[in-house]
């Protein structure tokens, strides 16, 4: 007997959507059937009319930046995001800079999180040593700057290149935010000069300044024969580049966030710091862009970029001095199958791919984690296509639920009801099911 059977539901599977049942043991998606099939279980869910996608994993979270695995963990399971990809830097904690630290952040995950993990470490330029130990503690890569990145630091190329032959050697990846700093901080200064704002800032941090750091990382590590995935970029422009190096055999990934699909310059005037990130939110036309780089495969994982500030710490001082980043990881599902499947044509299949297939086997999380297959972890997100809801912050398991974020009174079509990491309901219809589940993933290489 099986310990889960979900039925009814039309599964996202690696071959297709099907209406199938899918059985559960030990956590582990143990068997998939036909729907007419009499299956035995201890616990059956009927989900008929609902959409069983593979649970996403978010390739790029801050949720220990201004918060917690508690309520960063809990914000993920009601998008339907079985496993954060989480940053190694902290606005509260030690960057994860060694393997003490390392086992400190498990043991918070271990402690407190609904949804399972994998960590990013850190590094600076110049001190390496520590790398190898946070390789063999199952850090899914490491991540750098070009650009400023305050007391975090950022890579000149002569450390990136020494980075990166270490990458090559152990097969572990380098993920890089990816700015011209000198291009981001000349243009930011003649904005402020001339007594601009938020309607200036697309322009402050131009694509050029990607275009750049993009092409300078991608020679340096197709020289040195290393992996390497691009942050959150956001411009099509920049997913053309990724892909002429990938034409040359680079092992290059390319990353977006749902804010750059669903968002715009426009937003920004609107929201002012609320709606301020790096790269910038760009024009209506280049988020156009972007999307056809979705729709035909050049843009690999969504990360959502998660970071949730109060609202003092966004208006203290000028749009300038304001921090960049907003919350944002429980609509990477609901947003792009709202914008995506419904009204750009993205197959159900594409949505999986690059919010769980493709992530997985970046990260070395596929052993486990990124499809609806026999063997893998019982990772599901449950989506009703049907229901059309409007954003509020309040509904939210934010730590902050200020209503002066971008997304605010947002409508969407197609609602994440339930949440499910390795066999457990963890999420149901706006109600967190289980106070402490999540675990740590190691990546496997």
């Known amino acids: 007997m099986f310990d889960l059977l979900i039925r009814n539901g039309l599964t996202v599977t690696p071959e297709g959507p099907k209406k199938l049942s899918v059985a559960v043991k030990d956590g582990k998606i143990a068997g998939l059937f036909d729907c007419m099939s009499e299956i035995p279980a201890k616990e059956t869910f009927d989900f008929t009319g609902k959409i069983i996608f593979p649970g996403v994993i978010d390739s790029h979270a801050h949720v220990t930046y201004c918060s917690d695995f508690f309520s960063g963990s809990r914000t993920a399971a009601s998008g339907g995001v079985t496993t954060l990809v989480e940053m190694p830097q902290s606005g509260h904690l030690p960057a994860i800079w060694d393997e003490s630290i390392l086992k400190q952040r498990i043991a918070s995950i271990d402690e407190t999180s609904v949804v399972d993990c994998a960590l990013y470490g850190g590094v600076k330029a110049n001190h390496m040593e520590h790398v190898e130990e946070l390789i063999k503690g199952g850090v899914v890569g490491f991540k750098v700057f070009l650009s400023d990145a305050g007391d975090y630091g950022s890579f000149d190329d002569a450390s990136l290149r020494e980075l990166l032959r270490i990458a090559h050697n152990y097969g572990c990846l380098v993920a890089v935010h990816a700015e011209s700093q000198s291009i981001c901080t000349m243009e930011t200064q003649k904005i402020i000069a001339a007594g601009q704002g938020a309607e200036k800032n697309s322009d402050s941090r131009p694509i050029l300044s990607e275009v750049l750091a993009v092409s300078r990382l991608c020679t340096l590590a197709l020289h040195e024969h290393a992996p390497v995935s691009i942050c959150h970029i956001s411009s099509g422009q920049v997913a053309d580049i990724i892909q002429e190096f990938r034409e040359k055999r680079l092992q290059v990934s390319a990353e977006t966030c749902p804010h750059y699909l669903l968002l715009n310059s426009e937003d920004v005037i609107r929201c002012g710091a609320w709606a301020k990130c790096a790269p910038p939110l760009r024009d209506p036309n ?160």
């Open 286 to 445: 280049t988020a156009d862009g972007l999307w056809a780089a979705i729709l035909t495969g050049k843009i690999d994982m969504i990360g959502s970029d998660h970071a949730t500030y109060t609202d003092v710490q966004k208006s203290d001082g000028s749009f300038w001095s304001a921090p960049g980043g907003f919350p944002g990881l429980d609509l990477i599902l609901p947003g792009l199958f709202d914008e995506g499947v419904l009204r750009r044509g993205l197959s159900l299949n594409s949505l999986a791919q690059v919010t769980a297939a493709n992530p997985a086997k970046i990260f070395g999380l596929d052993t486990c984690k990124g499809s609806i297959t026999v063997g893998k972890d019982a990772d599901f997100a449950v989506l009703d296509p049907k229901s059309k809801w409007v954003f509020h912050a309040a509904d939210t398991f934010y730590d902050t639920k200020s209503p002066r974020y971008p997304y605010e009174g947002k409508t969407f079509q197609g609602k994440v009801v339930s949440t499910f990491v390795r066999g457990k309901q963890v999420y149901k219809n706006g109600k967190i099911l289980a106070e402490r589940h999540g675990k740590y993933i190691p990546a496997s290489r």
